[in-house]
Structure formats: structure tokens, C-alpha cells
């Protein structure tokens, strides 16, 4: 068994020190690095769920951020007041951290939603491919401008926390469909389903992963922890473990998609009460009911009545009931990190319920014809305006992003950090910068 050291935990890929008067953490160090950067303040013109941004009401991916970085922190309040190993208590991730993580974890994701990503990964399936939360390890450790090559140069702790998947892209791959000859089809035209990427980081931060990251006092584990379920023709690779702090995480995320974005598609009459009945029944939303004190139609008449009040006060008792039925468990004991050997995990009560709203909200929004479409609508974008790019890279892209370009010695993968770090509203307004007649001025600002 490992107890790490202090310093090991907070050492970050370039040393920086603290000044002599900064009484702030290191982990607090790094929240302000994150909520001061420019790749976080884009989250708010990137909406959580396609389309739903027609309205201020609805959640963005900074909106979402900050919910899943509430929920994390709460799960954290809770299994801090259960009976818990010595080892695991210590290990508690600080609110500070748990921050952190939270609100990065979304950082990398590219305009319009898992369109945008697919749109990516296809234009770069020649050159490494592309990867929503790839990105986001990109950004925090080579991209963000705080400093001159490590990103925001954050902690070890927080970086483990936001590698969601510790195998590189290249691993996971699969055999991709042979596309053939495809004369008279414009280069958008083809099946998302061939071209969503696997769960893994990108292949330029593999050096740092391996090399830095999961070394040191990882080291003995490093092997376990990135192991893999190899790809099998066009099923892609798949990692088998995350860190304690992630699972913390992706258990907040998970909540605030199931319960928060049904909220939004309640209040959009996406979701109907008979939609909800047909997913979610008495005995699976059991436990819930028990620790609520009403019975089922109390439930359904509250989220789709007419009082926007009671809906509310739901989703609060669904959220809080959720974080209520976490515990821990360990993992692997074979791992000698307690960073690797534990995990969070919801109850077998309460999973069920979960999986249901999240599959409500996979069906009958994401899925939708309406959302699809609007997907469809920014994956041709995304392809359009990368081809565009590079296909004349130098008469095209600003000034700092061609001299990066070149110092790179014109790889695509810059053309892609562009592409991604774009707003949703940013890469509108370029595409009609440049394709559509009587738009763009000399002016525009992004």
C-alpha cells in the first residue's frame, strides 16, 4: 500500500512555484487557473444539449459545468460524514479539487455537441483522429495560454482526476468501414455512427501520460490502470478503470445529466408525462418515493404541472436523494494507490432509476429528429469550415493561429485546436464570414 506525499500529489509537468504571500493551496491554485481562462469562458456559448439554446433559460456547458461542479462537491460532503477506512478518508478530495475537475472536465469539447466531435474526428482520421475529453487533457496541459507550452500547468491530482480514460486513441481504435470511391458526394456525406471516436486521450499528450503523469509514485500501477479491452474490428478499444476523484466526478455529471437536462426537455414539452411513465415505473422510482414521502402521481403530477416550483423542488429532492445513495467501494486490489484502488458508485436501489432518466433523456432528446438535425446541421459545418481552412491555410486563418501553424510545421492538429476551441456562435459567424455572400466584415471580432 502507497500513502502518496504531498508534494507528489501537487507537482505539476513544469515547476511553479508559489510567491511568498500567495496563502492559497495548490488545488485552489489551480480552480483560479481554470475559471480565469478563456477555453472556460467559451463553455457558455456552447449549449449542453443542441438547440436548447434558443432561450436563456436552458443550460450551456458552463451552466452544466458548474451543476456537475456543485454535485461533486456534495457527494464529497456526503462520504465525508460515512463511516470510512482511514486510507480512504484521507484521501477525501479537498472542495478546491473537487471544483477543479468538475468544471475542466467539459473544457475540450468542440462546437455544436458530439456533431462537432464527430465532424473532428473524421477530418483527422488521417492524422490522429479527435476526442471530446482528449481535448480537454490538450488544453489543460499544451493549449491554454497560461503558460508558454504546459497549458494551465496544473496539478498532478487534478489532471488524474480529469483523465477520464487512461489509454491513448491509437489503443482503442477500431478498423474503420472502407469508404471507397465516393464521386459527386460532398466530404460531409457520410455515417456518424463510422466515425465516433473512442474513449481515450489524444495521442500528442501520450508522452506527458506516460512519461509524467502516471510516474513516480504511479508507477506501479501505471500498467493495471491503463490496461485495456482491445478493439475488435469495428467495435473500438475500451479503458477498464479511472482514479477515485474521476469516478466522484462522472457520478456528479451523470446525475446532472439524468435529472437536470430532463428538467430542461420537461420545461421545452420535449418530454411528456407519458414519455416519463414508459421509462420510469412505480417500483423503479421506488426508493426515491420511500425517501421523498409521496407516492407516483404525486411525482408525475409535480414535474408536469403547471407549477414551475414544485418541478423544482423535485429535481432538488431527486438530486439530493442520488447523492444520498453513494458509497464506496474498492475497485481493484491489486492496485496499491487508494487513488487507484477506490471508486464511488451509486446503489443497486438507485442505479436503476438513473439509467432511466438518462435513457429518457438519450430517446427522446438527443435522439429526437429535431436535435439530430441540428447536429447534422453543425457536423457539415465543422467539416466545411476545417476543409476550408486547410485547404488554404495561409490566406485564411488569423495571424496567431497561422504562425503556430507553421511552426508546427504546418500540422493539421493546430487547424483542429482552432476548429475546437471555437463557440458555437464563433464558428457560425466565420462560416458565413467566408461561404455565405453579405456577411463577415473586416471588423468582426470573435
Keep these: ?30 480552480y483560479a487557473r481554470i475559471i480565469h481562462s478563456a477555453a472556460f469562458r467559451r463553455l457558455q ?24 461542479a456543485q454535485i461533486g462537491c456534495g457527494i464529497v460532503r456526503h462520504l465525508e460524514k460515512m463511516p ?9 478530495p479537498p472542495a478546491a479539487l473537487m471544483n477543479s475537475i468538475c468544471l475542466a472536465h467539459d473544457i475540450g469539447h468542440p462546437p455544436f455537441g458530439h456533431g462537432g466531435e464527430i465532424a473532428l474526428n473524421y477530418c483527422m482520421r488521417a492524422f490522429g483522429g479527435f476526442e471530446g475529453n482528449g481535448q480537454s487533457l490538450r488544453i489543460l496541459t499544451s493549449l491554454e495560454t497560461y503558460t508558454e507550452n504546459r497549458g494551465m500547468n496544473l496539478t498532478r491530482r487534478a489532471l488524474l482526476g480529469i483523465l477520464k480514460y487512461p489509454a491513448p486513441y491509437s489503443e482503442l481504435a477500431a478498423s474503420k468501414p472502407d469508404e471507397g470511391h465516393r464521386p459527386n458526394q460532398p466530404g460531409w456525406m457520410f455515417k456518424s455512427a463510422d466515425h465516433k471516436p473512442p474513449k481515450g486521450y489524444l495521442d500528442t499528450e501520450k508522452a506527458l501520460v506516460k512519461g509524467w503523469l502516471l510516474a513516480g509514485e504511479f508507477k506501479a500501477d501505471a500498467a493495471l490502470f491503463t490496461g485495456i479491452r482491445p478493439p475488435e474490428g469495428n467495435r473500438p478499444g475500451k479503458t477498464r478503470y479511472k482514479g477515485f476523484d474521476t469516478s466522484i466526478m462522472e457520478l456528479a455529471d451523470d446525475i446532472s445529466y439524468g435529472v437536470h437536462d430532463l428538467e430542461d426537455a420537461i420545461s421545452m414539452d420535449l418530454v411528456r408525462r407519458r414519455d416519463f411513465e414508459t421509462y420510469l415505473d412505480e417500483e423503479t422510482a421506488s426508493g426515491f418515493l ?23 423542488q423535485l429535481i432538488g429532492r431527486m438530486v439530493h436523494y442520488l447523492i444520498n445513495q453513494i458509497s464506496t467501494a474498492v475497485q481493484n486490489s491489486h492496485f496499491k494507490s487508494p487513488l487507484f484502488r477506490y471508486q464511488a458508485s451509486l446503489s443497486a436501489e438507485a442505479s436503476p432509476m438513473l439509467e432511466s432518466l438518462k435513457t429518457l433523456v438519450l430517446d427522446r432528446v438527443i435522439r429526437s429528429s429535431a436535435v439530430q438535425q441540428l447536429e447534422f446541421k453543425g457536423q457539415k459545418l465543422v467539416v466545411e469550415l476545417f476543409e476550408v481552412l486547410a485547404h488554404d491555410p495561409d490566406r485564411l486563418l488569423p495571424e496567431s493561429i497561422l504562425r503556430r501553424f507553421r511552426e508546427k510545421g504546418r500540422d493539421p492538429r493546430v487547424l483542429c485546436d ?10 457560425v459567424r466565420l462560416y458565413q464570414k467566408i461561404f455565405t455572400p453579405q456577411q463577415g466584415s473586416i471588423f468582426d471580432r470573435y
Design 1 to 30: 500500500m502507497i500513502q502518496h506525499s504531498a508534494t507528489f500529489l501537487t507537482e505539476r509537468p513544469a515547476a511553479n512555484p508559489k510567491a511568498g504571500d500567495d496563502e492559497r493551496s495548490e488545488f485552489d491554485r489551480d
Design 418 to 427: 482552432y476548429v475546437a476551441g471555437m463557440s458555437d456562435n464563433h464558428a
Design 45 to 68: 456559448s456552447k449549449t449542453q444539449v443542441l438547440g436548447l439554446g434558443e432561450s436563456d433559460f436552458y443550460r450551456t456547458r458552463l451552466t452544466h459545468s458548474m451543476e456537475v
Design 84 to 92: 470510512l477506512d482511514p486510507e480512504l478518508a484521507a484521501i477525501l
Design 290 to 312: 420511500k425517501a421523498a414521502g409521496i407516492d407516483f402521481s404525486r411525482l408525475l403530477d409535480g414535474l408536469f404541472g403547471e407549477e414551475d416550483f414544485r418541478r423544482k
